[in-house]
């Protein structure tokens, strides 16, 4: 995968066309090209504007950061459907918000994940992944050289996640989030063979 803008405002579609165009070119003989993940824009209304005003045929699949204000449930559909309508997977090549170096707030912000899968996302890659042992906000793992790794609960989560619905499909939880509840009661559920996985965060 090559992710050809990463927030950068100045890469237009133009620009991303014209890699796709010229890529094959440069590389070595036996080297495959690279999927190209387009546009990683700081927010996802700012990736859903470029997806629009980009020819398709000219990046592989959709990907958004959410580092704007905007963590909706709202828009995050919106960004899957226009990543639909363009024929893309719906990634989050940056996902920010899921926070915490205590279990409570490891867990409540969880929100975040569930919200982008409920949604349609195909995609999750965290933010800072890897963090000092001490931990920070955004980081899975804490190392330290000398005291080896340690796993935050996001990292758990994450975990179990993946081992039980990658390379599955989500399925339908709307009666399960369309109540008076639904402001508090976040839930995504899969479908991978003939394990059928249900998470709740109420």
């Known amino acids: 995968y090559l992710d050809v803008i990463n927030e950068n405002q100045n890469v237009q579609p133009a620009d991303v066309a014209y890699v796709s165009t010229h890529l094959n ?6 080297v495959p090209r690279p999927l190209l993940v387009a546009p990683s824009a700081w927010s996802i209304a700012q990736s859903a504007t470029w997806i629009k005003s980009a020819d398709a045929n000219t990046f ?7 580092s704007g204000g905007e ?24 996902l920010h918000s899921w926070v915490g170096t ?6 409540l912000t969880s929100s975040y994940l569930w919200d982008h899968l409920r949604a349609g996302f195909t995609g999750i890659d965290n933010w800072l992944f890897f963090g000092g042992y001490d931990g920070r906000d955004s980081s899975m793992l804490c190392c330290d050289k000398t005291k080896g790794v ?17 390379g599955g499909y989500g399925l339908d939880v709307s009666g399960m989030t369309g109540t008076l509840l639904s402001n508090y009661l976040h839930a995504a559920a899969f479908m991978n063979g003939q ?3 249900v998470w709740v965060l109420n």
């Open 71 to 94: 963590n909706t449930y709202r828009i995050m559909s919106n960004f899957v459907a226009v990543a639909q309508a363009a024929g893309k997977e719906s990634w989050n090549t940056e």
């Open 60 to 66: 592989d699949i959709a990907s958004t950061h959410n």
């Open 25 to 30: 070119a440069l590389l070595n003989p036996g």
């Open 102 to 107: 205590d279990i409570g707030s490891e867990v």
């Open 195 to 197: 394990t059928q996985t």
């Open 150 to 166: 340690r796993t935050q609960v996001k990292y758990e989560i994450y975990k179990e996640m993946v081992n039980n619905a990658n």
